[in-house]
Structures are given as C-alpha cells and as structure tokens.
C-alpha cells in the first residue's frame, strides 16, 4: 500500500500504464496461495507433492556451519537437472571460485565428481584447478524430487528473505532433512538442509532466478593440467 501510494505520487513516473508497473515492481506475476495451504484453518489439506521448476539460473545467498565453522557467501548458481550438473560461483575475501558438481559422474558410495576452479588470493594470481569426488555442498533437486521422495507439505511460511513460500519437508539422499521452498509458481527459491553425519547446517535463498534450459557451455571448465 505504501509503494502503492509513492507510485501514485511520484510525478516524474510516465503514468500510461500504472497497474502495469505496480505488478511488476511488488507481485513478480505470483499469484497468491489458497486457503487449502493455511495451517490452522478449517479449509486446510495437505496438496500433493508437486513438480519443481528446477531448471534456472540465479543470485544466491549461502549460510553453511558446524561447530567448527561458519560460513555466510553469495554468487550465482546455473542449477540444471538436464544436463545433471550445478554450477555455483562465489566470491569472497580475495577469492573468485567456480565449482562444477557432475552428477553424471558419481562414485559407488554416492560422491559426485568436482571440478573446483578458483582465483586467489589476488586477480593476477594463476587460476588453479582442483578436481575430485566430493560429498557435494550443492545438491542437485530433479524437478520431481517433492513427488519421488513423498515430501511432507509443511504450509506456507513467511520467510524473512523470500517473503511467503511454501515449504515442504523431506529426507535428501539419505543423508538428513531438507526443507525445500517453492513460490506460489512451484519455483524453487531456497532450501534448509542439516547434514546428521557432518552436523552441518545450510541456508540457501535464490534471487532474480531465471528459469529455462542452461546452455551446456556453461559448464565447459577447463581440463586439470
Ligand atoms: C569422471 O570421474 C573420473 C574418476 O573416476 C575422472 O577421471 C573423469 O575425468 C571424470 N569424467 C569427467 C567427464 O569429468
């Protein structure tokens, strides 16, 4: 409402089209959740899992701790079901990293091969490459991930950085519980995820997600010397 009147009294907007700029500045073409999704209200019942829209590229966000660690990074993300690979590039004090999980090359005991491509501690350092199979730190979600895996819904919540999205819970790879957010177009945005082995927490938030299939030369990295 606040935005609403500031648009309205903003007199240097072009003012032909003002339903148009409000949608797009405050409702992203989201249309809101129904009544079913409500807990504590009489109309609730839980929907089935869905399927995820999976495929996209985004800015995100990333808080990762044990007791031994913590971790807050940010960078952008290629997340594609398609061709079985995630890219995540970061950056943070002094380092440029980029690091190719391929989950079309796994190992027995389900690790997933690595490629880790960073530039530190200053731009004009050699980049070096790292590769290997690793208990990945991006995990892969298939589009039917919710329905494979017979998530719980767990209603929509108001997330302090997405706003409200529904959540679902369910149990990644075995390997401990995930909390999977989706906006009201069953668009993944974030998830929670709690590591029992490692005791490892991670929040991730996506923003300005793109969806739509990745170019495969996205994930051309360069061979190991
Ligand atoms: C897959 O993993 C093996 C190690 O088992 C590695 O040598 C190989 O280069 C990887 N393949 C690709 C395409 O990255």
Redesign the pocket.
């Known amino acids: 409402m606040l935005r609403l009147l500031l648009l309205l009294t903003t007199p240097f907007l072009p003012f032909t089209h003002p339903t148009q700029v409000i949608m797009h500045s405050i409702t992203r073409e989201k249309p809101s959740f129904p009544a079913s999704y409500e807990l504590f209200s009489s109309a609730f019942k839980q929907p089935d899992p869905p399927l995820v829209k999976a495929e996209f590229k985004c800015n995100w966000q990333q808080h990762a701790w044990s007791s031994s660690f913590s971790r807050i990074s940010s960078g952008y993300l290629y997340h594609s079901p398609t061709h079985s690979k995630v890219r995540v590039d970061a950056t943070y004090d002094s380092s440029i990293v980029s690091s190719l999980f391929?989950y079309t090359?796994t190992?027995r005991d389900n690790l997933v091969?690595n490629t880790l491509y960073t530039i530190e501690p200053s731009v004009s350092a050699t980049p070096k490459i790292w590769?290997g199979?690793v208990k990945p730190a991006w995990a892969l979600f298939k589009e039917d991930i919710l329905v494979k895996s017979n998530a719980v819904f767990a209603g929509v919540v108001d997330d302090r950085w997405l706003g409200a999205a529904a959540s679902w819970k369910t149990v990644y790879e075995n390997s401990g519980p995930v909390t999977v957010y989706l906006d009201s177009s069953g668009t993944f945005v974030g998830y929670d995820f709690y590591d029992v082995t490692t005791r490892t927490g991670i929040v991730n938030r996506f923003f300005n997600i793109e969806l739509g299939k990745i170019d495969k030369r996205v994930f051309d990295f360069p061979k190991k010397e």
Do not use: C, G
């Open positions: 391929d090359n190992s091969w590769t199979f």
